[in-house]
């Protein structure tokens, strides 16, 4: 699976939005781009993945760059409750979706929300 | 859905002695995964499972380890014999292989050997 490059720590005002940049420069066709967070002494949290395109949920934006070496994370209005791990991470999917490469953390960014 | 359910929360064990953690998968998720945290190493995928079969368990550190799945409801991670080293949180996680499944993550077992 590609590597990702992700900054170790960065922080925010409570209220306004946070970017969370990730570099995968190496990243291949079939290979998705996934944001799990990790708040203190719970498990990871799936956030949201996407391919190539822009995709927004209720938790957060992913924004993927057109040549897709990089994305950015984007929680609209952070809370201190946002305040966690946040990991990047690069994973396979075969075409049609029937295999999947394994799920490999890095050491991810921690952000801090402030009020 | 209760998610992704480990026991024991905590265990205390000293060093020699066999440790068996377990999970409970969600209902209807055919993947499983167990992974390791520790300060110095972060997450490490040990093992995981499609369909209750291993498939990939070179993350194992050493035979000590071993890792069962006997039915899609239930899975355990022991180790014998628990030695220092191994004390860590261990998380278990499913997923539904399909496009873009996320994983469940479990609130972990924060297992120390003294």
């Known amino acids: 699976d590609a590597k990702t490059t992700q900054p170790p720590s960065m922080d925010c005002a409570e209220g306004r939005a946070a970017n969370l940049p990730c570099n995968h420069s190496?990243?291949?066709?079939?290979?998705?781009v996934y944001w799990y967070r990790q708040i203190h002494s719970q498990g990871p949290q799936y956030i949201i993945h996407g391919l190539k395109n822009n995709e927004t949920n209720e938790m957060a934006s992913l924004i993927i760059t057109e040549d897709r070496k990089s994305s950015t994370l984007i929680l609209p209005h952070a809370t201190l409750r946002d305040t966690a791990v946040y990991y990047c991470i690069v994973r396979v999917v075969s075409a049609g979706g029937t295999s999947y490469g394994k799920l490999t953390f890095g050491q991810g960014t921690i952000l801090t929300v402030h009020p | 859905d209760a998610g992704v359910i480990q026991s024991p929360r905590h265990e205390v064990t000293e060093m020699g002695q066999e440790v068996t953690l377990r999970c409970k998968p969600i209902s209807g998720h055919n993947s499983l995964f167990w992974y390791r945290q520790t300060m110095m190493r972060g997450l490490e995928l040990l093992i995981y499972?499609?369909?209750?079969?291993?498939?990939?368990d070179s993350g194992m550190p050493e035979d000590r380890f071993s890792a069962k799945m006997p039915n899609a409801s239930f899975s355990t991670l022991k180790i014998q014999p628990s030695e220092p080293r191994d004390s860590a949180v261990y998380f278990c996680a499913s997923s539904l292989v399909r496009v873009g499944g996320g994983y469940t993550f479990g609130s972990g077992t924060r297992l120390t050997v003294v």
């Open positions: 499972f499609n369909n209750n079969v291993p498939i990939d």
């Open positions: 190496t990243i291949s066709g079939n290979e998705y």
